[in-house]
């Protein structure tokens, strides 16, 4: 990739090992509050990178929603927070057209999801209907009320936390939403050593208080640039298209289309990380798991998503 590459709008590309700097930058900053999740801080910066949106799944209290606020801090970006709930409506999550008594005409009210960094906190607490309204956003990056279409900031991510331990008083998140996920993620309890240095951080004011920002969202922007601009061979994508179709052949629902296009941009993302500005097929194992599982609905309750991308690792030959 050369310095000098630039998108339509004439943005220049960060050279790979400057973006991969950033990243490993602004992991730094996070960990200053996130004790012992060094995996998952890369698995949601891969994320960030690869145009995708992350959905973190486990159990109350374990840092889901503090690691969102921390790499929104890290960055120099506009974030918002959506606290969803069984009575919030969609208006609430994209905005409304409210009527001005002054100029007698109607005006747009922004939602919170006009920002870069969209922290959709216990996401399945709110019914479908709401949950819907970022279908849209996820997708197509705009948001479309009272009939008008409206672009979102760029770059936009969503993530979303999910509560798992209380199926009663939450809502199944429908499969259309859950596919818009470039990457599921669990975070898990710490265990004795990083529990205790976590103790110790938060015994006074909380780390994030005094977290400040390491990079611009125009760095961002640059890094997304030189992460579409890695190169994937035929013979990778060939990899990726194999390993869809065996989950297809092998699951009672297989992995989307879109599910191939999110394994593609979170291998070129770990290219980046790595500081390499082409896609080998280590980088396509290492993002399986946490794109392509949730995607997957098995044949029988015995196995899950995760058993059957192990198994198409296991199965699909790299040719």
Do not use: W
């Amino acid at each position: 990739m050369s310095d000098v590459d630039a998108d339509l709008d004439g943005r220049t590309a960060l050279p790979v090992d400057e973006a991969a700097d950033l990243v490993s930058r602004v992991a730094d900053n996070v960990r200053r509050v996130i004790v012992g999740n060094d995996a998952a801080v890369e698995h949601i910066l891969v994320g960030v990178l690869a145009r995708g949106h992350v959905l973190l799944e486990d159990v109350p209290g374990v840092g889901k929603t503090m690691l969102a606020r921390s790499l929104a801090r890290s960055v120099d970006c506009e974030f918002r927070r959506v606290q969803f709930t069984p009575d919030l409506l969609p208006s609430d999550v994209t905005g409304v057209n409210v009527f001005n008594q002054k100029t007698g005409e109607f005006e747009f009210q922004p939602g919170p999801v006009f920002a870069n960094v969209v922290l959709g906190d216990e996401i399945n607490r709110a019914p479908p209907k709401t949950q819907s309204a970022l279908l849209e956003a996820m997708e197509e990056s705009q948001v479309t009320v009272d009939g008008v279409t409206r672009a979102l900031p760029e770059p936009f991510t969503v993530i979303a936390t999910q509560n798992d331990v209380e199926p009663g008083r939450t809502y199944e998140l429908p499969m259309a939403e859950i596919d818009r996920f470039a990457k599921k993620l669990r975070l898990g309890y710490p265990d004795e050593a990083d529990e205790t240095e976590m103790l110790g951080r938060t015994a006074g004011e909380h780390p994030i208080e005094s977290l400040d920002a390491v990079a611009t969202v125009e760095d961002l922007r640059r890094a997304r640039e030189a992460t579409g601009d890695v190169a994937v061979s035929e013979p990778v994508r060939e990899y990726v298209t194999r390993l869809a179709t065996y989950t297809r052949e092998n699951a009672r629902l297989g992995v989307s289309p879109r599910g191939s296009i999110a394994l593609v941009r979170t291998a070129q993302a770990r290219a980046v990380v790595d500081g390499r500005d082409y896609v080998v097929p280590d980088d396509v194992q290492t993002e399986a798991p946490s794109v392509l599982a949730h995607r997957i609905r098995p044949r029988t309750g015995s196995e899950t998503g995760a058993d059957v991308v192990t198994d198409a690792l296991d199965a699909v030959p790299v040719e």
